[in-house]
């Protein structure tokens, strides 16, 4: 019996927390806010490609939430500045791509017991920069696609106005323009995943 007295208190401060933290995040009202983290970036989807090393950088930018379903459903555009790249060999040559992008992911939300983050959705991305090299022959912007596209998922936690998320996101269009990038890179497309802080108004 007195295990349980020991246990019931604090389960019942635990619940009583979640309820009122509950209460701040299903409140109905949009929010506006801006998120910044670092990024880890890669290739994938060409079995020629061999030794890909992650590129780390940057992500940032502006996001928006528009609740639905009593709070617990939220529509979040978001409008980002992301680094993007990878070192890599290509039929055993050397070969480096940094690039970056204006991206535009759009989720679904869902919030668990009112402080978990559940996410995924789409992102389209218009290429900023981008720059490579293989056998000593420079890639540059125009060689590049200009436009990525694919899907993200990702998960956190949020307190009030302050997040901590994580997300994966893979493109489904090939980075190189035409035969003459392709034929030094190969069918190959953005991956990336992001550990970011937001904090929403």
């Not at 109905?28 to 970036?41: D, E, L, M, Y």
């Amino acid at each position: 019996m007195k295990t349980i007295r020991n246990l019931l208190l604090p389960s019942i401060l635990f619940l009583v927390g979640l309820c009122s933290l509950n209460a701040q995040m299903t409140d109905g009202k949009p929010r506006i806010g801006f998120k910044a983290g670092v990024n880890g970036s890669n290739f994938y989807d060409d079995s020629k490609a061999t030794d890909k090393k992650s590129r780390i950088g940057f992500t940032g930018g502006v996001f928006a939430q528009i609740p639905f379903a009593k709070g617990r459903m939220s529509l979040r555009p978001e409008l980002l500045f992301t680094t993007k790249g990878s070192d890599f060999k290509f039929s055993n040559v050397k070969q480096y791509v940094e690039s970056s992008y204006i991206e535009f992911p759009l989720s679904l939300e869902y919030r668990l017991l009112g402080f978990i983050n559940l996410h995924a959705g789409a992102y389209a991305g218009w290429l900023a920069t981008a720059k490579g090299e293989s056998l000593a022959l420079g890639f540059e912007k125009e060689d590049f696609e200009a436009f990525d596209y694919g899907w993200q998922a990702g998960g956190g936690i949020d307190f009030g106005g302050l997040g901590l998320h994580f997300r994966i996101s893979r493109g489904l269009q090939q980075i190189g323009s035409g035969k003459g990038l392709s034929s030094l890179v190969g069918d190959l497309k953005n991956s990336a995943w992001a550990l970011t802080l937001s904090y929403g108004l």
